[in-house]
């Protein structure tokens, strides 16, 4: 079983709960960027302002102690691992995103959305000491889950993988990682969600929830019980979200279902069949420059259903440098362009694995998981800087209204295919060693075909039509193929009673090939699409590191007491989305110089990002206080970024390694019980990161980033939680303070601080008729109507106010939630 496995185990069986080349300007044509939410330099606005596209896109148990963390006695080893167990999930409100939990309960985590569930996959940022969600190892029940943000290339997010409510608890390695935790993208941190296993008792669970903004969730699970003298049992569940967007046109709508078959082989291992289906469909929130924001108010958003607006922004946006009248001062002509007729996204997912346990020997245990992940998606919308060519030419007209259409649906068709394997081998070896080894491989295909679909002289389309290929004109088709192997060994010896050193390293590679297989970029100009410059490349990057060490001492003493450190170092793995995007195989090269010389060149050059990351900490705990201080730091190697070189008047563009940046942080975190039922914890946490890089060209002008801290991330957060128990009922209360956040890298502008509270009630009625546990809660999110910026999606501008990536939070919502199980 591996340290993460163990932990969750333990909880669940009773312990405490706790190149070189710019691309040319396309004369007024300005496209968005696919990027994920990794604050790595952007591809910066070359000197005549072009811009790359991106698409528009509970159970109460009465004195069941509930704090964040794990009775030493419980744990191999508890280290720097934080535990999220089923009781503090229960506190929320039903369906929240796990990261969003983890976040409110974890010192030094963060996560921000557009909505209440979290469920925004565009919108969600999470970070964990500096780290982004893409930078994080996650699993599920040991299957591999990729990155978790936005676009799922390689991987499926967990509120498509997963109900929550079948999630039996998380973990959050906040240290250097976890060598047993499988991921070509680790940096730091490692993320394991464990599903609940069916019951023995034949029965089930149902829940439904209203909130604002029509939303409900319908939750149902049947367990089969055991079925027979091996142990036969199931169970299957179903739930279902919807909620109208709470500002503009549209809605959120989430169908999940799960099953997961368990059999005992004897009493020597079981296997374990697991299928989770996921399919979500959004209007997506408008991202707005700061500037938007405050000038236009929380509730700006997309400008439908105003069609005639529409079209006279887009044609402003594409053929002018002007704003239409009445916006001068107010908004700039790229915040014009930024505001579009809509944008929608649909993802659809399916997981399936089977697990194999066996104990092979009296000391020798094997975990075998064979998984395969097919991802469908359609992300996209509104298109400003392209024309729909059926209607001519667009022109001003003298009413102040636009003949023709100059704008197209354009809607981004993925699709990825994932299968792989895990094998993990368990030895207790002899003078208290036990070691652990395992390896996975994994093989993905992912094809991104872009297309056009024209808008109609009067109206527009349907945001949730089928997309259908006969009905579209393919601007570009970009697909990949990517071969994953990591290997690791590792060795725990306690050393004595308490005390365990842990030793090993992990070796991984990646090698990916592909680029751009269709480019009709050309055809679509001539035919009067208006179509703007792509950068087609194809070719191979591989990513390997032979060594990956790992260290982690952990010593429980004098009974409350404990001492842990732990060291390693790391490496992601290339990114790799479209042509359009930032990275190896997107945005580079101009009309001039191909792409593919400049792909050519960079991947002599490159070389892939590595982190080495350190943590001491210490951790006191009793019956009546929990406390923990950590203190991190991380030095960050090959920093890859696309910057921009040369004069103003003759602007390049390079993807290269810009340096490091290095990391200091600490969380200090207590908790107090003064009374049966009732906790308090309080928490603090500080990340000073700065780059270190001394030059980088932006526009032709050379810039320091030496000194200036990370964005996106906050400097200071603060966490308060009070929790009360008394009889059936059960007060929940949590706040949180998160500081200012650099939305450059030059650091002159920033995100605003912000609080935000949460409240909670609950009442259990215990039994009634054939229903058993049946609870009523109430939750309050953002309590207060905090007006603040959450999600950030995509790169940070070296200076200015420029880039639209930013996301406006929820307003204040309520939510009441019955349920019962029989």
């Not at 989430?254 to 004897?266: C, D, S, T, W």
């Not at 009905?471 to 060994?489: E, G, I, K, P, R």
């Not at 810039?703 to 991330?713: E, N």
Request: proline letters at 4%; hydrophobic letters at 35%; glycine letters at 10%.
């Amino acid at each position: 079983m591996t340290t993460s496995s163990a932990i969750i185990a333990a909880i669940c069986l009773g312990g405490t709960p706790f190149g070189v080349y710019a691309a040319d300007k396309p004369h007024k044509h300005r496209t968005r960027t696919h990027s994920s939410n990794q604050p790595t330099p952007p591809a910066p606005t070359p000197s005549s302002g072009a811009r790359t596209p991106r698409p528009r896109r509970t159970s109460l148990e009465a004195g069941a102690g509930e704090a964040i963390s794990v009775s030493a006695s419980r744990v191999r080893s508890r280290g720097a691992e934080v535990a999220v167990t089923r009781q503090v999930m229960d506190r929320f409100v039903a369906g929240t995103n796990p990261m969003q939990i983890l976040a409110l309960t974890t010192p030094g985590a963060n996560f921000t959305s557009t909505d209440a569930f979290g469920l925004d996959t565009y919108a969600n940022t999470l970070f964990v000491r500096g780290f982004t969600q893409n930078q994080i190892g996650a699993m599920l029940d040991g299957i591999p889950l990729g990155t978790q943000g936005f676009l799922n290339i390689n991987g499926v997010s967990i509120t498509q993988a997963m109900i929550q409510d079948d999630i039996a608890g998380m973990t959050m390695s906040q240290g250097a990682g976890a060598l047993d935790s499988f991921s070509a993208q680790n940096l730091g941190g490692a993320m394991t969600y464990v599903s609940s296993d069916p019951k023995d008792k034949a029965g089930g669970k149902i829940s439904q929830t209203f909130g604002s903004y029509a939303a409900y969730r319908t939750y149902g699970r049947v367990d089969s019980g055991v079925l027979n003298a091996t142990g036969t049992k199931f169970y299957a569940s179903f739930a279902r979200t919807n909620t109208d967007l709470w500002k503009g046109y549209g809605y959120q709508s989430e169908l999940q279902a799960n099953a997961k078959f368990v059999q005992p082989i004897g009493d020597r291992g079981r296997v374990t069949a697991f299928f989770g289906y996921g399919n979500f469909t959004q209007g997506n929130y408008l991202t707005l420059t700061k500037n938007m924001w405050e000038k236009m108010g929380r509730n700006t958003t997309y400008l439908k259903p105003d069609y005639e607006t529409a079209k006279l922004w887009a044609y402003y946006a594409q053929y002018t440098s002007d704003v239409p009248p009445g916006y001068q001062g107010i908004l700039s002509n790229d915040e014009i362009g930024d505001y579009a007729w809509d944008a929608s996204q649909l993802q659809r997912t399916y997981l399936s694995a089977v697990t194999g346990h066996f104990d092979l020997l009296k000391n020798v245990t094997s975990d075998t998981v064979a998984y395969g992940n097919v991802n469908s998606a359609i992300y996209g919308g509104t298109n400003n800087f392209v024309t729909s060519p059926s209607y001519g030419t667009p022109e001003l007209l003298p009413n102040g209204t636009v003949s023709g259409v100059p704008m197209a649906l354009g809607m981004s068709h993925a699709q990825t295919r994932r299968i792989g394997f895990t094998q993990k081998v368990s030895i207790e070896a002899p003078h208290n060693n036990h070691i652990e080894t395992g390896l996975w491989y994994e093989n993905n295909y992912f094809n991104y075909p872009a297309r056009l679909y024209e808008d109609y002289l009067n109206s527009a389309h349907n945001w949730l039509s089928d997309f259908k290929q006969s009905q579209a004109h393919t601007w570009y088709v970009d697909s990949f193929n990517t071969n994953t192997f990591q290997f690791f060994l590792q060795d725990r010896w306690t050393i004595m009673p308490g005390m365990t050193l842990l030793a090993g390293f992990k070796s991984l590679t990646q090698t990916t090939h592909g680029g751009t297989k269709v480019d009709n970029t050309a055809q679509l100009g001539a035919e009067g699409w208006n179509t703007y410059y792509r950068h087609p490349v194809n070719g191979t990057m591989a990513a390997s590191a032979a060594f990956l060490p790992h260290f982690n001492w952990d010593w429980h003493f004098l009974r409350h007491h404990e001492l842990y450190w732990d060291i390693a170092e790391n490496m992601r793995a290339y990114d790799y989305f479209t042509q359009t995007s930032s990275g190896p195989w997107g945005g580079l090269g101009n009309s001039s110089h191909p792409a593919q010389e400049v792909f050519d060149a960079n991947r002599k050059l490159l070389r892939p990002e590595r982190t080495w990351n350190y943590v001491i900490g210490y951790r006191y705990d009793s019956v009546f206080f929990t406390g923990t201080a950590d203190f991190y730091h991380t030095d960050y190697y090959n920093r890859l970024a696309t910057i921009t070189q040369g004069t103003s008047a003759n602007a390049t563009t390079a993807y290269l390694n810009v340096g490091r940046e290095t990391m200091n942080g600490a969380d200090v975190m207590g908790t107090i019980r003064p009374l049966k039922g009732l906790e308090i914890t309080n928490s603090f946490s500080w990340n000073d990161a700065e780059y270190q890089s001394r030059s980088i060209n932006y526009g032709g002008k050379p810039y320091s980033l030496k000194g200036k801290h990370q964005v996106y991330y906050p400097k200071y957060m603060y966490k308060a939680n009070l929790n009360y128990l008394y009889h059936h009922a059960m007060f929940n209360f949590n706040v949180n303070y998160v500081s200012s956040r650099p939305m450059t890298f030059l650091n002159d502008e920033y995100i605003p601080s912000y609080w935000v509270a949460n409240l909670g009630l609950t009442y259990d009625f215990g039994k009634i008729g054939f229903a058993r546990n049946l609870k009523a809660s109430f939750q309050i999110t953002n309590l207060f109507d905090a007006n603040y910026i959450g999600g950030v999606y995509g790169a940070a501008s070296v200076s200015g106010d420029d880039n639209a990536n930013l996301f406006v939070a929820a307003p204040r919502e309520y939510y009441g939630t019955i349920s019962a199980e029989f």
